[in-house]
């Protein structure tokens, strides 16, 4: 008890990175999205397919390789999504806040494994990950 009493800013750290921590589990657990590196991982070893849902222009400036393009407005009858709605998708935009839009387009479509790339592409080039751009010349 006297180490509690000697050494309170240490534990009081402790119990606030505790729970900052513990945060996205209580919040259940879709907060804010993954980081580019989670994304990575469901990627290579889950066969994640990823959505863009940026407008044509701006996939055709930079894209994650392999995406699939599906703007955000032809979302809902879009005929590009995977039948296997057990499948991970990974949902991309500019910044993250038309990709949160999109994953609950798609989970109200039925898709069970939806992410949102935490701060989109800009989080993505942050990482230093590639990039593909289609821009004809």
Aim: aromatic share 4%; proline share 7%.
């Amino acid at each position: 008890m006297n180490f509690l009493l000697e050494n309170w800013p240490l534990v009081t750290m402790a119990v606030v990175s505790g729970g900052l921590l513990l945060r996205p589990l209580l919040q259940g657990g879709s907060g804010e999205g993954v980081p580019p590196s989670e994304a990575v991982r469901l990627m290579n070893r889950e066969k994640a397919v990823v959505i863009d849902v940026c407008e044509p222009d701006e996939f055709a400036a930079g894209h994650i390789g392999n995406a699939r393009n599906l703007p955000l407005g032809s979302l809902d009858g879009a005929k590009g999504l995977p039948g296997n709605k057990q499948l991970p998708l990974v949902i991309v935009c500019a910044a993250g806040v038309r990709a949160a839009r999109g994953a609950k387009v798609l989970r109200d479509k039925g898709y069970e494994n939806v992410h949102v790339l935490a701060g989109g592409m800009r989080a993505w080039r942050e990482a230093n990950l590639p990039v593909e751009s289609s821009k004809a010349a």
